[in-house]
């Protein structure tokens, strides 16, 4: 008799409850549809749910070569806030940030979202100018933060040194309405949802050329065969520069390895995320009690998902003065995702030089936070040609010089 692990039972049954086998199993796609979405991670699965929903496309596909939600979406250490510089920025992070909170009613799938509250430790006179000008900004987007004392901090972190040697804490800036997600969640619940709508998110499909006639698309070519579209969405993170060039132009990215790691689980001990520029690293913890540990990316470009010896060092190093009791912790596992870089560290939501094709990358460090708003507002550039929050973030800005310079201003490696 066959035996099965109580999380194999507890998976197959969620998949026959919810009706969508499909997203999990090789489906067989369709000759024709009215739009494809390349890569079933948080934002292509956001956009496709977004057209359905918001503008009534449903004959659509979501290509992913691997599995559902494998790559950056289930690789990050899912914080999520809004408190940007850029008036661009702040839109599309904050419209993302209020749709997580009502996320979990609206796809009627638990998302796990813990507005537990971000920080951002200033711990240098530079950052502390610069955090003030940050919240001002927000003060007029409409974003609510405030920078906040040393005491303050101490009081919301208690297992945080806020007297250090070479790094003090001068205050920080606080947003309350952050915090975190469970990031398989947000993929399985949109993957859900759009098959209830009809969509096929269809797994171990990689596509494998782009097929134009006339300077437009007119489908794609996969390892399951010749599908064929009336609009194509290239969704897929570090991978974007290669499906582009499939498609005949070319992105200004790079794609780097950005890496993490949590510690062994340990009582509760800090119910914040909390953010350290300077000595580069963020740190919160989960509901398993894990450490949850970020980092910087890798020094050169690669394509590699997996963590090296150098980054735990120097993370974790940086962040034990800051909060000397976690070196007392063993690391329980690391991991690394292909984030895709922008030379203004800000996000590309545009059409292209081929007419139907539209992209999507470019958010760097920053993706997990983004994903509603993101799904939002390139399933609007899609369906009507233009969107209110796409507008500053063309591929063609830095043709133009028009940057949108997120390269300091909110965060670690952002």
């Not at 409850?17 to 956001?46: E, F, M, N």
């Not at 309405?177 to 969509?199: E, F, I, K, L």
């Amino acid at each position: 008799m066959k035996r099965y692990s109580v999380f194999a039972i507890a998976r197959e049954a969620m998949r026959q409850h919810s009706g969508w086998t499909r997203a999990w199993r090789d489906a067989a796609p369709k000759k024709k549809y009215d739009a494809i979405i390349v890569g079933a991670g948080g934002h292509g699965l956001a956009t496709a749910y977004y057209l359905g929903k918001n503008h009534g496309i449903t004959n659509v596909a979501i290509l992913e070569k691997g599995w559902l939600g494998g790559g950056n979406t289930g690789r990050n250490t899912t914080i999520i806030r809004s408190n940007y510089l850029q008036d661009p920025s702040a839109a599309i992070y904050e419209k993302s940030r209020s749709l997580y909170e009502t996320m979990s009613q609206d796809l009627n799938y638990n998302v796990m979202f813990s507005p537990r509250g971000v920080m951002m430790l200033a711990q240098t006179q530079h950052e502390v100018r610069g955090y003030q000008r940050t919240a001002h900004a927000n003060a007029l987007q409409g974003v609510k933060t405030e920078f906040i004392s040393p005491k303050r901090v101490k009081e919301l972190v208690p297992i945080i040194n806020i007297d250090g040697p070479r790094y003090p804490v001068l205050g920080a800036l606080w947003q309350a309405r952050g915090g975190t997600a469970r990031h398989d969640a947000v993929a399985w619940g949109y993957a859900r949802a759009c098959s209830d709508m009809g969509m096929d998110v269809i797994q171990q499909c990689e596509v494998t050329a782009v097929r134009r006639e006339g300077g437009r698309v007119v489908g794609v070519d996969t390892t399951k065969g010749a599908i064929d579209c009336d609009k194509l969405g290239i969704v897929v993170a570090g991978n974007s520069s290669v499906v582009a060039d499939m498609a005949g132009f070319r992105l200004p990215i790079e794609s780097l390895a950005l890496q993490a790691l949590v510690s062994e689980p340990i009582k509760p001990c800090m119910d914040v995320v909390v953010m350290a520029n300077t000595v580069h690293g963020y740190m919160s913890q989960s509901d398993k009690g894990e450490m949850v540990i970020g980092g910087g990316t890798d020094g050169y470009n690669n394509y590699t998902q997996r963590g090296s010896f150098h980054h735990i060092e120097e993370t974790v190093r940086a962040l034990i003065e800051t909060f000397p009791m976690i070196s007392r912790l063993k690391m329980l596992r690391q991991w690394g995702g292909i984030v895709d870089m922008t030379g203004d560290r800000s996000p590309i939501l545009s059409k292209t030089p081929v007419e139907g094709v539209f992209v999507n990358c470019g958010w760097g460090t920053g993706g997990f936070k983004a994903i509603p708003g993101s799904g939002w507002a390139m399933a609007e550039l899609m369906a009507k040609g233009h969107s209110p929050l796409t507008e500053e973030f063309s591929m063609f800005r830095f043709r133009e010089g028009k940057f949108i310079d997120e390269s300091v201003a909110a965060g670690v490696a952002h």
